[in-house]
């Protein structure tokens, strides 16, 4: 068993914090796997995914274990059975299609097809379990190795990776993926990894059979920590040393690293744990962490050309270096987690523009930078949109947020209205009563539906009251409102809408096809949008609101 | 009447009960008559219309060629950094990152046609071809649009195939049996694909990039492109696939941040480019085109023009197509004017003035001429020569007025530019001078710009010269011919300024000087074109533009037609009476059925309705007896599908006529009440038996 253990010290230095699921695993793959095992985990299943693989491209070479073709497929990317079944076979037969002859798929002849239902699938496995045993056979039997039946008898694994999305895309394939081995007779073991559990997607009536449970426990820091910083050995392997301008992954700074690891760890560890997350800020950030050292090597590297002495070696700056440089750098971490952490930015674009300018005052102007590039990005542009369109965004705000009820009295223009006209501190009455139902804002609720006349009639009086002075003089006109009326049945409103819903600044809730009755829509628009939209307009927004801020 | 097989056909099909439809094939009736399309017979020339298209075409397409290529110059920024991008993705990437992202680069396009994504195309699939024989790095470029991918089976086969389709000639397309090859919506079908054409190529991965531009993509369903971003992640960077996204919504709040969830995003790596068209945009080609030194264009667009082109497309549309049809509109109703026909020497060579069909046109310019030339004596047809030369001439002089008013209006601009740079600000927009000059009154701004150059101090106007010196050797030679006063006013100047070094004195002089000469040139030369004889020949000066044509008031316009149906019919009916009651029957029947809704309550009863109907018809039918023939074109009134029914003439009141007549009164009813029906004027509540309701009240006469 020495070779066995051999085998999981290698797959646990490369992946960390995984050592007792490794232990498990490989136990289970070199003896004789479960038919059917769940993995739950909730936290990385991209990693667990990367072990698995490992473990049953490297299993087959531990003595005594049996052979094992290994499939991996995702779940997402199986569209139809069809494609899962013909990714499946073509792996695990270890055949490649190819262009020449017609991107067949295995077995390469017409005379059998194996990817039309899910009965000519079994029979695929079982004539590709076939071939396996006489091919294994005539092997052994010409080795000298004489072992039991059963460990010479090969078996396939197949793992299906976000398997959350079986339910949705192949639902009717969960039951017989999960009785795979009883209903083909042969040894093979079907592995679902899945972020839920099996409870979410177990098929009613327990027509599948429990699986056995595997779940993964969430990293430790250290192990976060440990698999980073072997990321980080792998990419400087991976980068050529010659070439000066990837000294950034210089094997030299691996101790600066470790420690600008832990301390970006520390700063951004309360908002996401996830390695992968976290060596994605790590990636932008540290090269323009690094430059000021690398800066300072090239000049020593220079300042020796210059003197014809041998290049210095290029070494990790020391403590009072190190702590100048997390001082300087800790507060841009957080910045980057806010950039990038919901992807506003990615990471190479981050990384030019964050990076280390000698001549900045660096910690007030630096910080100052990103403070004001984060609210430059939330800033909202709004003047790419022609002048009706921001109008017309508005009174879809409106129509959303008011009440119908309220319209008369919000837009309605007589006299006697006016005065009715309720404004948001006018409703004392109704004080100290318990039993008075809380009303949740409209805001709070999302946007409520509203027919295009309502919109067109609420745009008229927007439009009245807002629009009336810019327009160009038209003699046509007397009457008080006409022209307003014939500008809002104009084609080009009409269009707008029709654009803005297409661009789904607007929701349309009406089916397209719908004649009778007017179209419904919704507002696609946040407040701050609307606000910034009637600031540019210069509308007073919360007079028009039934319940403003 | 003799009936034809046709029309036996017809008939059987008719009386057929089994036919549930019948197509009523529609003959026009007089198609020779239409020849000449003219909006004023009185004074159009023979054949005039064919020679004002011929016109109308050589102006605008010069007119489109110069806004094309303007638009293209406004595109190449944005071509360019697409190709970049696109170079640039799989090589440029940031090491040390836990994956590959899949490079997506999302192009707001707000206003500009969808034709920048063919120059994107076009750019890309020539992308590498810098040696003669080398075509390995060229990318492969497909297209999806949202009608494609409804599901996501649908939006990998269109996304596959499209790719796959592109390389026939290049791969040998071999025979995919659909049983036992993979299929097409399968991934591995376009990672085979590649391998085989990076092979046939014998180029490795690295060029190459295929590149899936997706049209509209606030259109696609985000659940479909989530599982299509996820996909194609899985395959790359073996597939080197980079997606264009095309937006018409605003870059922040981005579309894509605010619909796709965090863990799709992750897998992308978005970058942005943005091109929206703006005021600054709309005026620089305004600028390019009309008022450019160099440029002339054949037809000079009139300040009403401008202006409804500039609040356009503020307030409706900032869409460059939407710019180049107002153009083209502005084009086309200029040369309704029966006068346009001069605007080019061919037609004006191949026109015949000598028949006499020519004689009210004829009539109309010599008015024109006496009026402008101020020469009242008497014209004679073997004047027609002296006449074209006449019109040849003025042309000319035109041309060289309005060239020479773009100059001294750029000129305008140069001093304006420098006297904002000193902080002094305008207070008009571009459109509002370039109008102000149009019209000739731009007199207060440049006044007022004089007085700010007398009081330049010595550098400020030694740089002034200079940049008014340097314009002046920019523009031909042609003008620089006419403009030699003012030119060599500036360099006296100049060497002036040269020659006597700071006097305080002596530079007050000399910018009072230029002042003043600044502002006798701008008098002279920014003047309105209208006062040239025949102007309108090239300009369409101040005359409206017809808005309602590009941008109609549903309504107004629905309601107008059927109070007016005289207005938009082809043959314009001739009444005698002014009366309404008399002119109703020699309507439309639909116009007669809306008129009398008009004068009804709220709830119409259907069968007073009818009566009151019938009894227009009965007016009709009276009319069209005793006149029949005087009343010929009358029958033949706006709508032609009923002028056939009413074709059907009596002479006598026969009982089986009589009944035949009831119901085609009766047909005639229930169609047009179908006609109000649709068009949304009626309304069935079901309340009271044999009423429907009004939708419209208030109706503008």
Not at chain 1, 34 to 55: G, K, L, M
Not at chain 1, 508 to 535: E, N, Q, W, Y
Not at chain 2, 185 to 191: M, S
Not at chain 2, 267 to 281: I, N
């Amino acid at each position: 068993m020495d070779e066995e253990e051999a085998f999981i010290q290698k797959i646990s230095d490369a992946h960390p914090g995984y050592t007792s699921f490794i232990t498990h695993f490989t136990t289970l793959a070199s003896t004789h796997p479960p038919p059917f095992i769940y993995v739950t985990d909730t936290n990385n299943p991209r990693i667990t995914t990367s072990v698995i693989d490992a473990i049953f491209h490297g299993v087959s070479s531990i003595p005594g274990a049996p052979p094992t073709q290994y499939a991996h497929v995702n779940a997402v990317a199986c569209i139809t059975p069809r494609v899962f079944y013909d990714t499946v076979l073509n792996v695990l037969a270890g055949w490649t299609p190819s262009w020449k002859n017609g991107c067949q798929v295995w077995p390469g002849d017409d005379s059998q097809r194996y990817n039309d239902s899910i009965d000519s699938f079994l029979h695929g496995l079982r004539r590709l379990h076939l071939e396996r045993t006489t091919d294994s056979s005539k092997g052994k039997g010409k080795g000298k190795a004489v072992a039991s039946k059963s460990e010479q008898d090969p078996s396939m694994v197949i793992l299906i990776e976000r398997a959350e999305r079986l339910s949705e895309s192949l639902p009717e394939l969960i039951v017989p993926l999960s009785r795979l081995a009883e209903l083909s007779r042969i040894n093979v073991s079907v592995i679902l990894l899945s972020s839920v559990s099996w409870e979410d997607i177990r098929p009613a009536m327990g027509a599948a059979p429990d699986p056995y449970h595997v779940d993964v426990e969430p990293l430790a820091k250290q192990d976060v920590l440990h698999r980073l910083v072997s990321a980080f050995r792998r990419t400087s392997l991976s980068e050529s040393p010659s070439d000066t301008s990837h000294v950034t992954y210089h094997p030299a700074l691996q101790p600066l690293y470790e420690q600008y690891m832990e301390t970006l760890y520390n700063a951004i560890s309360i908002y996401t744990n996830d390695p992968i997350e976290l060596q994605y800020v790590a990636a932008a950030r540290w090269p323009g962490f690094v430059k000021p050292v690398i800066s300072q090597y090239e000049e020593l590297v220079r300042q020796a050309e210059e003197e014809e002495s041998d290049p210095p070696e290029l070494e990790p700056p020391a403590t009072d270096g190190r702590l100048r440089l997390f001082k300087f750098f800790l507060p841009t971490f957080t910045a980057a987690l806010d950039a990038l952490y919901p992807r506003l930015d990615n990471a190479a674009d981050w990384a030019a523009k964050n990076e280390y300018d000698a001549g900045q005052r660096f910690v007030t102007s630096n910080c100052d930078g990103l403070a004001n590039r984060v609210k430059l990005a939330s800033i909202i542009k709004v003047d790419h949109l022609p002048r009706m369109s921001k109008f017309i965004l508005i009174t879809a705000y409106m129509a959303s947020t008011n009440p119908p009820k309220s319209d008369l009295r919000m837009f309605g223009r007589g006299p006697e209205e006016r005065k009715k006209r309720r404004r948001k501190s006018a409703s004392p009455k109704k004080t100290g009563g318990a039993q008075t139902i809380v009303k949740v804002s409209q805001r709070l609720l999302g946007p409520a539906t509203f027919p295009l006349d309502r919109l067109l009639a609420i745009l008229g009086a927007l439009l009245e009251e807002n629009d009336y002075e810019t327009r160009p003089h038209d003699p046509r006109f007397e009457l008080p409102g006409e022209y307003t009326d014939m500008e809002v049945g104009r084609i080009h409103i009409y269009a707008a809408i029709t654009e803005l819903t297409l661009m789904r600044a607007l929701h349309r809730t009406s089916a397209m096809d719908k004649l009778d009755g007017p179209p419904m829509f919704k507002c696609g628009i946040s407040h701050d949008v609307a606000l910034a939209l009637a600031r540019d307009l210069d509308v007073p927004l919360n007079d028009w609101l039934w319940d403003p801020a | 009447m003799s009936l034809t097989t046709a029309q036996m056909a017809f008939e059987a099909a008719l009386d057929d009960e089994h036919q549930t439809s019948i197509y009523i094939p529609f003959k026009e009736p007089d198609t020779d008559d239409v020849e000449s399309y003219t909006l004023f017979p009185d004074k159009d020339i023979l054949n005039g219309y064919e020679l004002r298209l011929a016109a109308y075409k050589r102006a605008w397409s010069k007119c489109l060629e110069r806004v094309q290529e303007l638009i293209h110059a406004l595109h190449a920024p944005i071509v360019d950094r697409v190709a970049e991008l696109v170079n640039m993705a799989y090589t440029d990437t940031l090491p040390g990152l836990p994956y590959a992202e899949l490079p997506v680069i999302s192009v707001t396009v707000f206003g500009t046609s969808s034709s920048v994504f063919d120059e994107f195309s076009a750019r890309l699939e020539s992308e590498g071809q810098d040696g003669l024989f080398d075509d390995n790095g060229t990318h492969i470029v497909t297209h999806l649009y949202p009608q494609d991918c409804s599901n996501i089976t649908s939006a990998m086969k269109t996304l596959i195939t499209g790719f796959i389709n592109k390389t026939d000639e290049e791969l040998d397309s071999v025979k995919r049996r659909p049983a036992s090859s993979l299929c097409t919506f399968d991934l591995n079908l376009l990672q085979i694909w590649f391998d085989a054409l990076c092979d046939s190529r014998g180029s490795d991965s690295n060029t190459t990039r295929l590149v899936v531009v997706l049209h509209d993509f606030e259109r696609f369903e985000p659940l479909v492109m989530q599982d299509l971003f996820e996909i194609s992640s899985l395959a790359i960077p073996r597939l080197p696939l980079v997606f264009i996204l095309s937006l018409t919504s605003p870059p922040t709040p981005s579309y894509i941040h605010a619909t796709y969830p965090r863990s799709t995003l992750a897998r992308l790596q978005v970058r942005s480019c943005s091109f929206s068209t703006s005021q600054a945009v709309l005026h620089d080609i305004l600028l390019k085109t009309f008022f450019d030194v160099e440029f002339n264009p054949d037809l000079v667009l009139g300040p009403a023009a401008i202006e409804f082109l500039v609040d356009f497309f503020g307030r409706h549309s900032p869409s460059l197509d939407g710019l180049v049809s107002i153009l083209q509109l502005a084009h086309m109703k200029h040369f309704e004017e029966p006068l346009t026909v001069f605007l080019s020497e061919e037609s004006l060579a191949s026109m015949d003035l000598t028949d006499p069909g020519s004689a009210p046109f004829l009539n109309s310019v010599l008015v024109r001429v006496r009026g402008s030339t101020g020469n009242p004596t008497g014209w004679r047809v073997a004047d027609i020569d002296v006449l074209l030369e006449f019109v040849r001439s003025v042309r000319l002089a035109f041309h060289r007025q309005s060239q020479l008013l773009r100059v001294a209006f750029r000129l305008f601009l140069v001093v304006q530019t420098f006297t904002t740079s000193l902080g002094i600000k305008s207070e008009k927009s571009l459109p509002e001078l370039m109008c102000a000059a149009l019209r000739g009154r731009l007199g207060t701004s440049y006044r007022y710009l004089c007085t700010i150059v007398r009081k330049l101090k010595v550098d400020q106007l030694d740089a002034l010269l200079s940049e008014i010196n340097d314009f002046f050797a920019g523009v031909s030679a042609q003008v620089q011919g006419e403009e030699r006063e003012i030119i060599s006013r500036i360099s006296t100047a100049r060497s002036v300024r040269d020659r006597h070094s700071d006097e305080p004195q002596q530079v007050k002089d000399v910018a009072e000087m230029i002042g003043d000469w600044l502002i006798e040139y701008f008098e002279h030369r920014l003047v309105t074109l209208e006062e040239l004889p025949l102007w309108d020949i090239s300009y369409t000066g101040s005359a409206p533009f017809p808005s309602e044509l590009l941008n109609p008031s549903l309504r107004a316009s629905i309601f107008s037609g059927l109070l007016h149906p005289q207005d938009y019919s082809m043959t314009a009916t001739n009444n005698d009476g002014d009366d309404d009651e008399e002119t109703l029957w020699d309507m439309p029947d639909t116009s007669i059925l809306f008129h009398r809704y008009l004068e009804s309550g709220k709830m119409i009863n259907v069968f007073d309705w009818f009566e009151s109907f019938s009894l227009v018809l009965e007016t009709q039918r009276r009319h069209a007896r005793t006149g029949a023939s005087a009343h010929e074109a009358l029958i033949r009134t706006p709508s032609r599908r009923k002028g056939k029914q009413r074709q059907v003439e009596v002479p006598e009141d026969g009982e089986e006529e009589l009944d035949k007549w009831r119901l085609e009164v009766q047909s005639r009813f229930i169609r047009s009440l179908h006609e109000l029906d649709y068009i949304g004027l009626i309304k069935h509540t079901g309340r009271k038996a044999d009423h429907v309701m009004r939708t419209v009240f208030d109706v503008p006469g």
